[in-house]
């Protein structure tokens, strides 16, 4: 089970985004994540007549090692440790800091 998944909200902890916010788009390989906003670099792309695409620079988000980002704590605001806890008999993630499951509403 991943402690970081589709969906969640996390934090950037190093780098030149760091201390930004984003949103996890997907999951790129076993240890990398696309964010939202975040790691955009300028690419080169060439012209595909084809496919009818445009060359020119484009802005790509480009994938993040994932010990570089957090899970966001939405009580704390700040980064958060993840932990795995049975509960009903199903595997959970839950913060370490408060014992919280990542993703319960309410």
């Not at 480009?62 to 440790?81: C, Q, Y």
């Not at 993840?82 to 990542?102: A, L, N, P, Q, T």
Request: a positive charge; proline letters at 5%.
């Amino acid at each position: 089970m991943e402690r970081i998944r589709k969906g969640d909200q996390v934090i950037v902890l190093t780098g030149r985004d760091k201390s930004r916010r984003g949103t996890v788009l997907k999951r790129v390989g076993p240890d990398h994540v696309l964010v939202e906003g975040i790691n955009i670099v300028k690419k080169h792309v060439k012209p595909n007549p084809m496919a009818g695409s445009q060359g020119g620079i484009i802005d790509k988000t480009m994938p993040i090692h994932i010990s570089n980002v957090a899970l966001l704590d939405p009580e704390t605001g700040k980064a958060g440790r993840v932990g795995f806890k049975e509960m009903d008999g199903r595997k959970v993630r839950v913060f370490r800091s408060s014992g919280i499951v990542v993703g319960a509403k309410g």
